[in-house]
């Protein structure tokens, strides 16, 4: 890795698969990295860590612990990870929300659980939560429908192709100020891959966190989308994404957009086809951001884990593919 990007301030914003795929591409160089976690997902074990227990979820924070630990902590990843199989109320809840459920009643709070969290396991950066805010993602549609929590959103009952409308968070939320601290600080701020409007947006509605993006001098990365996602962005193009960014960010808000351009398997693709899923067309032109495109897709398909209640992504990006392309884009320091 060149000097100059050594200790390089990067910012990586979303949730789940996706950011954990990033920083696990990234850990792996001199970097000061840090996640910044939306606070919103309200299925699977989430849904009892918020209902039961008081507190918010823990889902995406602990795939940010598992990217971001060390290496010689496998162990302790592997622990995390672990998925429950059996036991009435413990089936398809990991080992690594309870072990956050627990350090929170130990220690009396959920940000410290959060902190010790990253002690333990070691990790190379830090993980914030977006917010502290007790808050909910709201979705109206283009037909008048309201549906209450990411999960219903994520994984609709309703038809899938119906376009969203308005999003929003009831109630507001007020960003974390470290995390705003760390937006202002960084030199790239990476957003994306992940589902548009329930990993991306519920960052972006907190209160602060898009101004705070707009007064940074980081350069802003976002990361397309591999497909696109039934329920949320039916029939989306790179564009259409994009859109819906520049709604909440304002005009001439990004950088640099990566767009993978290899093709995805037709076995992959037969699948995807069956859940009303498609690839994101490359629609970009010239524009005011700089569009990278590249094979940045990990040729391996993903596995799912059977006690896993929720729907997972077949493909992803290649961690390793990214991180290079992000840490070409690290501006120089004077």
């Given at each position: 890795?060149?000097?100059k990007n050594?200790?390089?301030?990067?910012?990586?914003?979303?949730?789940?698969?996706?950011?954990?795929?990033?920083?696990?591409?990234?850990?792996?160089?001199?970097?000061?990295?840090?996640?910044?976690?939306?606070m919103?997902?309200?299925g699977?074990?989430?849904?009892i860590v918020?209902?039961?227990?008081?507190?918010?979820p823990?889902?995406?924070?602990?795939?940010?612990?598992?990217?971001?630990?060390?290496?010689?902590?496998?162990?302790?990843?592997?622990?995390?990870?672990?998925?429950?199989?059996e036991?009435k109320?413990?089936?398809?809840?990991?080992?690594?929300?309870?072990?956050m459920?627990?350090l929170?009643?130990i220690?009396?709070?959920?940000?410290e659980?959060?902190?010790?969290?990253?002690?333990?396991?070691?990790?190379?950066?830090?993980v914030?939560?977006?917010?502290?805010?007790?808050?909910?993602?709201?979705?109206?549609y283009?037909?008048?429908?309201?549906?209450?929590?990411?999960?219903?959103?994520d994984e609709?009952?309703h038809?899938?192709?119906?376009?969203?409308?308005?999003?929003?968070l009831?109630?507001?939320?007020?960003?974390?100020?470290?995390?705003?601290?760390?937006?202002?600080?960084?030199?790239?701020?990476?957003?994306?891959?992940?589902?548009?409007?329930?990993?991306?947006?519920?960052?972006?509605?907190?209160?602060?966190?898009?101004?705070?993006?707009k007064e940074t001098?980081a350069?802003?990365?976002?990361v397309?989308?591999?497909?696109?996602?039934?329920g949320?962005?039916?029939?989306?193009?790179?564009?259409?994404?994009?859109?819906?960014?520049e709604?909440?960010?304002?005009?001439?808000?990004?950088?640099f957009?990566?767009?993978?351009?290899?093709?995805?398997?037709?076995?992959?693709?037969n699948k995807?086809?069956?859940?009303?899923?498609?690839?994101?067309?490359?629609?970009?032109?010239?524009?005011?951001?700089?569009?990278?495109?590249?094979?940045?897709l990990?040729?391996?398909?993903?596995?799912?884990?059977?006690?896993?209640?929720?729907e997972?992504?077949?493909i992803?990006?290649?961690q390793?593919?990214?991180?290079?392309?992000?840490?070409?884009?690290?501006?120089?320091?004077n």
């Amino acid at each position: 890795m060149s000097p100059k990007n050594s200790n390089k301030k990067i910012v990586c914003l979303g949730g789940g698969t996706g950011t954990s795929t990033v920083l696990s591409g990234l850990k792996k160089y001199p970097l000061d990295l840090t996640a910044i976690v939306a606070m919103t997902d309200s299925g699977g074990s989430n849904r009892i860590v918020r209902d039961e227990f008081g507190l918010l979820p823990t889902s995406d924070l602990r795939q940010c612990f598992v990217a971001l630990a060390d290496d010689s902590e496998q162990s302790l990843r592997k622990l995390f990870l672990y998925r429950f199989s059996e036991g009435k109320g413990l089936k398809g809840m990991t080992f690594g929300n309870l072990f956050m459920i627990a350090l929170t009643d130990i220690f009396g709070s959920q940000i410290e659980a959060i902190k010790k969290t990253g002690q333990i396991l070691k990790i190379k950066g830090k993980v914030l939560p977006v917010t502290l805010t007790n808050s909910n993602l709201v979705a109206i549609y283009e037909n008048g429908r309201k549906v209450f929590g990411e999960h219903f959103i994520d994984e609709p009952k309703h038809d899938g192709k119906i376009k969203i409308k308005k999003i929003y968070l009831q109630p507001k939320a007020k960003a974390y100020p470290e995390a705003i601290k760390s937006i202002l600080k960084a030199d790239i701020v990476v957003m994306g891959p992940g589902d548009l409007y329930t990993s991306l947006m519920p960052n972006l509605l907190v209160q602060g966190v898009a101004s705070a993006l707009k007064e940074t001098k980081a350069k802003i990365v976002c990361v397309l989308n591999l497909m696109t996602r039934y329920g949320q962005t039916y029939g989306f193009s790179a564009r259409d994404h994009l859109r819906v960014l520049e709604e909440y960010l304002g005009e001439n808000c990004l950088d640099f957009v990566l767009v993978n351009s290899a093709s995805v398997p037709k076995a992959v693709l037969n699948k995807y086809k069956k859940k009303h899923e498609f690839p994101v067309a490359d629609d970009l032109k010239k524009d005011y951001f700089k569009t990278i495109r590249g094979d940045f897709l990990n040729k391996k398909a993903a596995g799912k884990v059977a006690e896993d209640v929720l729907e997972r992504s077949l493909i992803r990006h290649d961690q390793n593919k990214l991180a290079k392309i992000i840490l070409s884009l690290c501006p120089v320091r004077n």
